[in-house]
């Protein structure tokens, strides 16, 4: 019987193994962030135009329904740098490339 389960045990293993190989490693931790056209972007608050609350306050209700909003720092919760310093690297690969002026 013992045996009989461990054969099972590899043969679900061994399944699972091949369902593995089936698709492509995708790593979940690292979401493709697009670079911004320089017209999405708010340079004087540096942060996206469309989570720019100081320019806007009625971006404030959409964020909130969201659940993008951080009601401490008031800002929006992806663009909050106090709650979560990965925020900046997540603007840093936002940002647009200067254009040479
Ligand atoms: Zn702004
Ligand atoms: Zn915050």
Known sequence: ???????C???L???GALA???KPATPTE???IERLKPEQWCATHDVP???CTTCDRKLIPALKK???????????????????PKAKDRLDAQRPAK???
Not at 1 to 7: A, F, K, P, S, V
Not at 67 to 73: A, F, I, L, T, V
């Open 20 to 22: 593995a190989e089936d």
């Open 66 to 84: 969201a659940k993008d909003w951080c009601s401490e720092h008031e800002v929006a919760e992806s663009l909050c740098v106090k709650c979560d």
């Open 13 to 15: 293993a061994g399944a």
């Open 49 to 51: 135009k469309d989570k």
């Open 99 to 101: 254009d040479a002026k």
């Open 30 to 32: 690292t979401p493709k």
């Open 1 to 7: 019987m013992i045996r009989h389960l461990t054969l």
């Open 9 to 11: 045990a590899l043969l």
